[in-house]
């Protein structure tokens, strides 16, 4: 149908093309790496043993991953119609990138990978613990993403015929050039830019270009440790997480006829939807121990379930109560996958 048609590719992302290596694991395992619970780190030197020891010694599951392509995913798979998404990141040319193509484009997401050869496509290693998730990212290939591969003729197009745009604050530590690039991109043709504050160590360690692309933002998301970091590292005097998102909200912003929206989730507790000097809550469905396989994935998908709803011009309100929908149902799946049609109702 003609109206259906008109959507594909309105919606870019760029991030690390992942494949998720995931297993329960002792707490001890945990400890042998200097590993929290719910860490979500990039890989050093003394972590590179986790990867083989949990496929020998603990049955891993291997999964697709990478925050933004995960994301990507649910929103494609809650759409129907495929190539709605299209998504860029890079791979090396393995076998991994060829099961990581291969889940994407079932799922329907028009996928662009850069390739990098000689160099192995990312992984993520997911430490399950009870309800808890540890990642450790190995970005390898993931890491080589360059700007030139947006500046091919065929993805700079798509690129310029989008009209929303998704990138998360993991893909600040790879190229802020292309970053920036897409968001410039955004805002010369007025198209809503969103973004992810991803994980406490991106606002650790990576705010100065955190900083020079939030004035392109329009939306940003985050979960509570997230917007606790990220106001850490700002000295904001409050743990409040309605004051963090307040100013959030309020940091500079190129585009002013469209006010910054902050979305922050806190687990089973109710998402705060902040504009302005308003704070929403949206409540969750909350799920019984026994329902729940992993909660890996629960943040991605949240977004995806938001985007979906978001590419169709539906109500901020619509498209959280997607974002939980999706969120709750890859919490009963292992890692950040589904299973059937989508259940959501408007
Ligand atoms: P990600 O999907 O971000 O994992 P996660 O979302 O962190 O899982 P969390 O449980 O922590 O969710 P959250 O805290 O963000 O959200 P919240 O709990 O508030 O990341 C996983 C992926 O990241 C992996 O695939 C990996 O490949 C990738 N990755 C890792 N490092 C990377 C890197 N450097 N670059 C790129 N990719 C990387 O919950 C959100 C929503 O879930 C809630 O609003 C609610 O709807 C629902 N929800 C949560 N808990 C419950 C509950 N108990 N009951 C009901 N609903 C719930
Ligand atoms: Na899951």
């Known amino acids: 149908d003609g109206a259906e048609d008109q959507r594909e590719g309105i919606l870019v992302g760029c991030g690390n093309p992942l494949l998720d290596i995931s297993a329960s694991v002792p707490m001890d395992f945990l400890k042998k790496y200097e590993m929290n619970e719910d860490d979500a780190i990039l890989a050093e030197e003394r972590h590179m043993p986790i990867y083989r020891e949990l496929v020998d010694g603990f049955q891993a ?49 028009d996928v662009h990978y850069q390739i990098k050869k000689d160099v192995p496509t990312g992984t993520c290693a997911v430490l399950i613990t009870g309800t808890h998730r540890s990642l450790c990212a190995n970005l390898a290939a993931a890491n080589n993403f360059t700007i030139d591969h947006l500046d091919q003729p065929h993805n700079k197009t798509l690129v310029e015929n989008a009209l929303y745009y998704y990138i998360s604050g993991f893909f600040l530590t790879v190229n802020p050039p292309s970053i920036m690039q897409v968001a410039a991109t955004a805002l010369a043709k007025q198209r809503p830019f969103l973004m992810n504050l991803s994980a406490p160590f991106i606002s650790q360690f990576y705010m100065a270009p955190l900083l020079a692309v939030m004035p392109y933002v329009d939306i940003i998301f985050g979960n509570e ?122």
């Not at 494609?76 to 994407?104: N, R």
């Open 61 to 109: 599951e291997f999964l697709a991953g990478g925050s933004v392509q995960n994301s990507l995913r649910i929103a494609q798979w809650i759409l129907g119609q495929p190539k709605v998404a299209v998504f860029f990141g890079c791979v090396g040319e393995d076998e991994y990138a060829d099961i990581l193509m291969e889940k994407a484009r079932s799922a329907g997401l």
């Open 225 to 346: 440790a997230e917007a606790h970091a990220f106001a850490t590292a700002q000295g904001w005097p409050t743990e409040d997480l309605r004051e963090i998102g307040k100013r959030l909200v309020a940091l500079d912003k190129l585009n002013p006829a469209r006010p910054r929206i902050a979305i922050l989730t806190q687990g089973c507790d109710p998402v705060l939807l902040i504009q302005r000097d308003s704070v929403e809550e949206f409540p969750v469905t909350r799920l019984a121990v026994h329902e729940i396989v992993d909660t890996n994935g629960a943040g991605d998908a949240f977004v995806g379930g938001f985007l979906s709803q978001f590419v169709q011009g539906k109500s901020l309100d619509v498209c959280i109560r997607c974002g939980n929908y999706a969120a709750g149902h890859i919490i009963k799946n292992p890692g950040c996958t589904y299973t059937g049609e989508p259940q959501f109702v408007e």
